[in-house]
Nanobody
Framework: QVQLVESGGGLVQAGGSLRLSCAAS????????MGWYRQAPGNQREMVAT???????NYADSVKGRFTISRDNAKNTMYLQMNSLKIEDTAVYYC?????????WGQGTQVTVSS
């Protein structure tokens, strides 16, 4: 079994910052790429940022220059530093991990950006 536990969500004013964390545990010997996805009410889940085991990153156009994804392979933990937050960033943020070709999801953490 693979467990992904997100933390760091909350309420922040527009222009503020938050840092999300995702800790992976369990049968993660073949942990590969990880990523952050988000889903706002009424919208489909969308990719925010991904990072390979080698550190190659990819970002959605909407967050480029504002968000930074990173991972600590020794701690099996991934991070998302979110700066200059906008109201439209409000969503539930989910951690995703590819373990041996299988995709796993965390339970999600709410990020709410107020005006």
């Amino acid at each position: 079994q693979v467990q992904l536990v997100e933390s760091g969500g909350g309420l922040v004013q527009a222009g503020g910052s938050l840092r999300l964390s995702c800790a992976a545990s369990g049968s993660i010997l073949r942990l590969r790429a990880m990523g952050w996805y988000r889903q706002a009410p009424g919208n489909q889940r969308e990719m925010v940022a991904t990072v390979t085991s080698g550190g190659v990153t990819n970002y959605a156009d909407s967050v480029k220059g504002r968000f930074t994804i990173s991972r600590d392979n020794a701690k099996n933990t991934m991070y998302l530093q979110m700066n200059s937050l906008k109201i439209e960033d409000t969503a539930v943020y989910y951690c995703n991990a590819n373990v041996g070709g299988w995709g796993y999801w965390g339970q999600g953490t709410q990020v709410t950006v107020s005006s």
